[in-house]
C-alpha cells in the first residue's frame, strides 16, 4: 500500500514566478490537508480539502491557493513567490482523523 | 489559544536513557494529541497519539502521559537507541464543532541519542 507521495522532491523558483506542488494521498483517504514547514519549525496548516472543497484556511495569504480532484489528489498553488515562502511543503492525508504526512516537496525561493 | 508550547528545544542523552518531552495547550477543545517523528529531509511520521479521557498510552518503547486538568501531555522514549535520534514535534487538534481536522504543531525537540 503506497503512502502519501509528493511531487516534486525539490524545485527552485525565482522571486514573483508561480509554482504548483503535486500530492496524491494513502489508499483510501479522502481529506488532504496542507503545511508550511520553515526551517527549524513545526508544521504551519495551510488549508484542507474534503470533497473537492475547501474546508478550512490557516493563517495564509491569497496567494496560497488548492484543488482537490475526484480521485482525491490534490495541488498546492503559490503565485508571486516571496523569498520567504522558501520552506518544506508537506501533504498529508487522512480518513477519520489521523493524519499520514508524505515526504514533501523543499522549494527554495531566490 | 490555538497554541501549544513544546520544551525543551534540545535534548542529549545516552544510549539507554529515557528522554522526556513536554507539551502545554490552553484550548480545552483539542480532543486530539499525536507525536510526530521526524528526520532530516523527510516528512513527519506519526508515533502515538492519544484521547484526553486517557491518561496513559504505550506503544513500544514510546510512552504518552497526559494530565487533562494541567492541560499537559508528554512522550518517554524507552531504553533510548541512537536511531531515535531526530526532531519530534507535539500536536493538538481541533475538535467537534470546529468542521476540521487540522493540526497545530509545537516547535519541536531535537533529541540526540549517542551510543
Known amino acids: 500500500d503506497a503512502g502519501v507521495t509528493q511531487s516534486p522532491t525539490h524545485l527552485i523558483k525565482t522571486r514573483g514566478q508561480q509554482v504548483t506542488l503535486r500530492c496524491s494521498p494513502k489508499?483510501?483517504?479522502?481529506?488532504v490537508s496542507w503545511y508550511q514547514q520553515a526551517l527549524g519549525q513545526g508544521p504551519q496548516f495551510i488549508f484542507q480539502?474534503?470533497?473537492?472543497?475547501?474546508?478550512q484556511r490557516g493563517n495564509f495569504p491569497d496567494r496560497f491557493s488548492g484543488h482537490q480532484f475526484p480521485n482525491y489528489s490534490s495541488e498546492l498553488n503559490v503565485n508571486a513567490l516571496l523569498l520567504g515562502d522558501s520552506a518544506l511543503y508537506l501533504c498529508?492525508?487522512?480518513?477519520?482523523?489521523?493524519?499520514?504526512f508524505g515526504p514533501g516537496t523543499r522549494l527554495l525561493v531566490l | 489559544q490555538q497554541q501549544v508550547k513544546q520544551s525543551p528545544q534540545s535534548l542529549i542523552v545516552q544510549k539507554g536513557g529515557i528522554p522526556i518531552i513536554n507539551c502545554a495547550y490552553e484550548?480545552?477543545?483539542?480532543?486530539?494529541f499525536p507525536w510526530y517523528q521526524q528526520f532530516p529531509g523527510k516528512g513527519p511520521a506519526l508515533l502515538i497519539a492519544?484521547?484526553?479521557?486517557?491518561s496513559e498510552k504505550k506503544e513500544g518503547r514510546f510512552t504518552i502521559s497526559f494530565n487533562k486538568s494541567a492541560k499537559q501531555f508528554s512522550l518517554h522514549i524507552m531504553d533510548s537507541q541512537p536511531g531515535d535520534s531526530a526532531t519530534y514535534f507535539c500536536?493538538?487538534?481541533?475538535?467537534?464543532?470546529?468542521?476540521?481536522?487540522?493540526?497545530?504543531f509545537g516547535t519541536g525537540t531535537r533529541l540526540q541519542v549517542f551510543p
Open positions: 498529508a492525508s487522512s480518513f477519520q482523523k489521523t493524519q499520514y
Open positions: 489508499s483510501g483517504h479522502d481529506t
Open positions: 480539502y474534503y470533497e473537492e472543497e475547501e474546508r
Open positions: 484550548n480545552t477543545a483539542f480532543d486530539y
Open positions: 492519544i484521547r484526553p479521557d486517557v
Open positions: 500536536a493538538a487538534r481541533a475538535g467537534r464543532g470546529y468542521n476540521t481536522d487540522k493540526l497545530i
